[in-house]
């Protein structure tokens, strides 16, 4: 679609490395400083394949390239696309508000143990406020489309504004607000459609005028601007699945660190392996096994599956009479929850088809 395109900040999807194909620019970037997971202070980052450390907040680090490549870009006839997606708030929640008298001790008065997530919560508010700035200092913040959210629920289950928090699939790790700001498209409004991250990926590619070629691999999102400009008020059922496994531990700093000291001693790669990462090589799975913690949300009904080694159990929730989630209506509903059942459980096979590699056939 001709944009040019940039990522700045936390990657977590793949390499950081310049010849590997699950980095930003194996990804389709122009221009990237990123980290492999989420950072802080002094961080080790990689810019378009060169490692390097820059001094200072990682949060401000990630807000500055973002602005210069703004900046670069602007008035060289190409829209821009950028994607930004900050390192905090992330324990152990180091970072400090700029510009603040005793930011340092900022939230102590306060009756909590998270006094430096809101600290970062501070710090990141800031670095927005510096992007909507440079956009009305270029003059384009009309027609720019801007796009913000959390990729998670709050720390703090008491204003997680749902049941449990991050790291759950109940509503508190999975309900966050987001905002979406193009004046010269949408005046302000609120919408209480559900929908979820993946949706981005389609719609950005129906906002750019682009079609999934043939072949294109199967997708969970979907085109949501029928529902941002107010043509529909549902969405497809949306699918969640968390503890099949647990995750494997990417340790930015440690990781780019060795990279960059091997480099600069011409010594050999001493993480190769994470170079085809998740491209050639694809496990199998016995699909009977569906372990975790899974939820199928068909608007206004949500259907829990927590199958652990011992046993499989099942709730069923109406988010709209119960957002919370206290009320389970299981014995209730048992014709919808078989549906519901139904449903979920083959969206979790055919996750189980795209993580053994049948949906990609390209080789590398």
């Known amino acids: 679609a001709g944009y040019v395109t940039g990522h700045f900040g936390k990657w977590h999807i793949g390499s950081v490395q310049p010849d590997s194909p699950t980095s930003p620019g194996g990804a389709g970037f122009d221009e990237w400083l990123s980290g492999l997971n989420f950072f802080d202070n002094n961080p080790y980052l990689s810019r378009n394949g060169k490692y390097e450390q820059i ?5 401000v680090i990630t807000m500055d390239a973002t602005l210069d490549f703004l900046e670069k870009q602007n008035g060289k006839g190409k829209p821009i696309f950028i994607v930004t997606w900050f390192p905090s708030p992330h324990a152990p929640h180091p970072e400090i508000p700029k510009g603040m ?10 009756d909590t143990n998270l006094k430096g997530y809101f600290r970062e919560i501070t710090l990141l508010d800031q670095q927005i406020g510096r992007l909507r700035e440079k956009l009305r200092s270029l003059n384009i913040e009309q027609n720019t489309l801007l796009f913000y959210s959390s990729d998670n629920g709050g720390l703090d289950q008491k204003t997680s504004g749902g049941r449990a928090k ?14 979406l700001e193009w004046p010269v498209r949408f005046s302000p409004k609120e919408i209480d459609t559900p929908c979820v991250s993946s949706d981005l990926y389609p719609t950005l590619l129906g906002i750019a005028g682009l079609k999934r070629g043939k072949g294109h691999p199967p997708l969970d999102g979907t085109d949501i601007m029928p529902i941002i400009s107010g043509k529909k008020n549902k969405r497809a ?15 930015n700093d440690r990781i780019i660190k060795a990279l960059l000291d091997a480099k600069t001693a011409g010594k050999p790669n ?9 491209v050639n090589e694809f496990e199998s799975f016995d699909k009977q096994k569906l372990l975790g913690h899974a939820a199928w ?14 046993e499989t159990r099942l709730e069923l929730y109406n988010l709209e009479t119960d957002p919370m989630e206290s009320d389970d209506l299981l014995k209730k509903q048992k014709k919808r929850v078989d549906i519901m059942k139904s449903a979920l459980e083959k969206w979790q096979k055919s996750v189980l ?8 056939s390209k080789k590398y």
């Open 55 to 59: 001094k200072g907040a990682g949060t």
């Open 101 to 110: 008298p005793n930011a340092s001790r900022l939230y102590n008065d306060q």
């Open 166 to 179: 991050k790291g759950s699939i109940y509503e508190g790790g999975l309900r966050i607000p987001a905002i």
């Open 237 to 251: 059922a949306i699918g969640f699945w968390h503890g099949f496994r647990n995750g494997q531990s990417t340790w």
């Open 270 to 278: 001493p993480h190769p392996e994470r170079i085809l990462k998740n």
């Open 297 to 310: 949300n068909a608007w206004p009904w949500k259907l829990h599956r927590i199958q652990t080694l011992k």
């Open 353 to 360: 088809d795209s993580w053994s590699g049948r949906d990609y």
